[in-house]
């Protein structure tokens, strides 16, 4: 159970709202896992004494005394945080009663708001109780063996709109209840509500998707540290306090009470960092830490890091972003912040946000009109207020709608947003301007369509055309560009290569189009990301990595990633360590003690994270490819007992074992599996690869065929189900497979290439025509086309 310092304490999970949003973990078989993606980059200022400027009509004065450079400080440790309350009584007073404080709270009659006076809840076929017996509150419900028990709850999770519980189910876990408190309608529902989530789905609450030690705790205490146990497959976790105080963002505070009774001269009065630091990435990366959607680098994190030191971000992939960015998953707010005007001219989460309270600074349009305003100027030290323009905004002139109704408030058009976890309403922080008919053309969300739908969407479009129809020439836009080029449109990698070469493009989306760039080579795309292995953006640099990675053969891409071994920011020097994971084999030259210790880092990360099934995997894909070969079934073994329904897990054994002589227990193995999930499109591929290893190829035409039916979508189950039939014999309906993946996805380059030499080989010299000319439009410069 974990503890704070001075008593027991239980970690907490997250559903899957709240839990597989915070963290991800991109796992591609066959390559080294867990992807480091972040974003933006963490300056200090500079700490040397201040330079005096005379202006030149005034006699120079004596050199002044030299100023005492700051006493450098010893590493920090929590303190209780009743301390702060003396000298900081009004900060606690906009604390006390925030989300902030009361985000997570032992569970008693003051902080357990749902029912539980005997009632009971049915949903997704199982039953739940909710009862009290003296002082605590019980959850009679399915647990991970699908029987009904008795389970404690431990913690209150959040306060509004939903307040959920987590369950103490023994060894230190916390798990987080599928089922939440409706705060304002006073009842219970389901987070998942018709998905059918059971004892044996992964986003049941007993399972390891919603365990709150990894997923949830962190980000709603203070000083958490994990605590996994992997020999005994246990927790101990510990925090500081409960909710998220103060040492949360400033740091620990012994220093600081120090600095106070001394009044030395500590860098930044005794903290880590100065959240007030003119440079507004500072505090922007402290809040992303919990306002982001991201995966741990370790347990815990470091005050005064990077944030990519400590975390991946997600960049805009189209699984969590909309095509022009606005939130899609629950991804939080930093993702689309990143991408904001705002965010390049220096507002920081401070400047609308009281950071206390978590209550906006001003009530209505309040916020917005701090610097939009009838002076075309900002007040807001630190924002760049070009480009401002002198207008009233808080009008029906500008708003087009009756000022106090839907539509006159700067959020309704200009921060969209969607429910998550069932009833909270999460805003989008990319303050887009609404468009209608870019919106209808790119299938993305927009304000306007989203209130006035079917015909009066099609007024209301028309409408827009006429207030915009003087509005200059813009540039290619991110959006309109992307949408070229994640649907093979022609133009697409010219669209492609102009948006990386603009100056003023968001770091979030240049790290994003340069994860496209692999469907588009050419000499000029490798150019490109050649050039952004040097961005000033952490980001940026990582993804750049992957780009080139998958243009160049190792040996040739050594030469240029070496240099980011040695790169200030951990989640790129990983990256490039194991992107040179097979060149270092064999040596790095003068780059190879930085390989060794990037490489080390990255193991490090992995052991960190033990009690994740996709560490694991990753530790035993590294291990296997570092030639320690006795180590990989161990771990491969331990990933699914992590988690047994982690499937790339259990396909990697499969191929270890084959590959080891022991097709038999492999084969077993696997074959358990898919009679247990038979609906797995993941253990129907790899039956259907086994099989044609095995020279069963007529045998494994189903499974094949299987997989690519469960998961349409999969480009790679598609293609091997194509080139399984035309080795079959069967062209035609190879060509019919193709076909059908071409228009899901039309930017598949293997498909593309392998259609047009199926045409060929078939006497289909005109069809074969036809996908070639396409193919140019998209990209001339690809080197397939020579």
């Not at 704070?4 to 999970?13: E, H, I, Q, R």
């Not at 647990?143 to 709109?161: C, L, S």
């Not at 600074?361 to 701090?370: D, F, S, W």
């Not at 303050?431 to 079917?454: M, V, W, Y």
């Amino acid at each position: 159970m974990p503890k704070d310092k001075n008593k027991a304490v239980t970690p907490n999970p997250d559903s899957r709202p709240t839990l597989m949003s915070r963290y991800l973990f991109p796992v591609t078989i066959g390559i080294l896992l867990l992807a480091v993606v972040g974003i933006g980059w963490f300056l200090l200022g500079n700490n040397s004494a201040p330079t005096t400027y005379v202006p030149p009509s005034t006699p120079v004065a004596q050199p002044a005394k030299p100023q005492p450079k700051p006493v450098a400080m010893a590493p920090a440790t929590m303190v209780d945080e009743q301390q702060c309350q003396g000298c900081h009584s009004a900060q606690v007073k906009d604390w006390q009663g925030s989300h902030h404080q009361l985000a997570m709270q032992e569970a008693n009659a003051e902080t357990m708001l749902g029912d539980f006076n005997n009632v009971t809840f049915k949903a997704e076929n199982e039953t739940t109780r909710f009862s009290r017996k003296d002082n605590d509150f019980w959850v009679n419900t399915p647990g991970i063996d699908g029987k009904n028990a008795d389970f404690k709850v431990a913690y209150t999770f959040g306060i509004a709109p939903l307040q959920q519980y987590l369950i103490e189910v023994g060894e230190g876990r916390l798990q987080a209840l599928g089922i939440a408190w409706d705060t304002e309608k006073n009842r219970w529902f389901h987070l998942y509500p018709g998905q059918g989530v059971t004892f044996k789905d992964p986003l049941h609450w007993s399972k390891p998707s919603q365990n709150a030690n990894f997923m949830c705790v962190e980000c709603h205490t203070t000083g958490y540290k994990r605590n996994f146990d992997a020999a005994k497959n246990t927790f101990d976790s510990q925090w500081n306090s409960l909710g998220v105080g103060c040492q949360a963002c400033h740091g620990p505070a012994s220093n600081h009470l120090e600095w106070t009774a001394k009044k030395t001269d500590l860098i930044h009065a005794g903290f880590a960092v100065d959240l007030k630091d003119k440079n507004a990435t500072v505090e922007i990366e402290t809040c992303a830490r919990c306002h982001s959607r991201r995966a741990p680098l370790g347990d815990g994190f470091t005050v005064g890091n990077r944030l990519m030191d400590d975390y991946l971000p997600s960049p805009l992939t189209r699984e969590l972003y909309a095509l022009d960015g606005k939130i899609k998953d629950e991804v939080f707010e930093h993702g689309s912040f990143a991408q904001s005007k705002m965010f390049d001219k220096g507002v920081r989460c401070s400047n609308c946000h009281n950071p206390h309270s978590t209550e906006l600074k001003a009530p209505g349009n309040g916020v917005c009109l701090q610097c939009h305003n009838t002076a075309g100027k900002t007040p807001v030290e630190g924002v760049d207020g070009k480009g401002l323009q002198a207008k009233n905004y808080d009008s029906i002139e500008h708003t087009r709608h009756t000022m106090g109704q839907p539509g006159s408030q700067c959020v309704d058009c200009h921060m969209p947003g969607k429910f998550y976890m069932g009833n909270d309403f999460r805003h989008d922080h990319s303050f887009s301007i609404p468009n209608p008919e870019r919106a209808t053309k790119l299938g993305t969300p927009d304000a306007c369509l989203t209130c006035h739908q079917g015909k009066a969407g099609d007024k209301v479009t028309e409408q827009f055309k006429l207030w915009s129809s003087a509005s200059p020439a813009q540039a290619p836009r991110y959006d309109e560009s992307l949408w070229l080029i994640r649907n093979g449109q022609p133009g697409a990698a010219q669209a492609l290569y102009e948006q990386l070469q603009r100056s003023n493009l968001p770091a979030i989306q240049r790290a994003t189009l340069l994860a496209e760039l692999p469907l588009y080579p050419s000499e000029q795309a490798l150019k490109l990301a050649t050039k952004d292995l040097n961005n000033t953006a952490p980001q940026v640099r990582e993804s750049a990595i992957r780009a080139i990675s998958a243009f160049l053969p190792p040996a040739e891409r050594a030469p240029l990633l070496s240099p980011l071994l040695n790169d200030p920011v951990k989640a790129v020097r990983i990256a490039a360590a194991r992107d040179l994971l097979s060149v270092a084999r064999t040596g790095l030259g003068t780059a190879q003690d930085n390989w060794n210790a990037a490489i080390g880092e990255y193991e490090a990360v992995q052991k960190s994270l033990a009690e994740r099934a996709e560490a694991n995997l990753n530790l035993a894909m590294l291990y296997q490819a570092s030639g320690r070969s006795s180590e990989v079934e161990g771990l491969l073994r331990t990933s699914l007992k992590r988690d047994p329904d982690f499937y790339p897990a259990l396909v990697t054994l499969v191929q270890w074992l084959e590959a080891n002589g022991r097709r038999q227990e492999a084969q077993a193995l696997l074959a358990q599996s898919l009679k247990e999930h038979p609906d797995a499109a993941l253990l129907q591929h790899t039956q259907g690869l086994s099989l044609v290893r095995a020279g069963k190829a007529e045998q494994a035409m189903p499974f094949l065929r299987k997989a690519a039916q469960l998961e349409p979508q999969n480009g790679q189950y598609g293609y091997v189900l194509a080139v399984a039939l035309h080795d079959s014999g069967k062209v035609d309906q190879a060509c019919e497979e193709l076909e059908r993946l071409l228009k899901v996805q039309p930017a598949n380059r293997n498909a593309r290439l392998s259609l047009i030499q199926y045409y060929l080989n078939n006497g289909q010299e005109p069809k074969a025509q036809v996908l070639l000319q396409g193919w140019k439009k998209m990209n001339m410069g690809d080197p397939a086309l020579k």
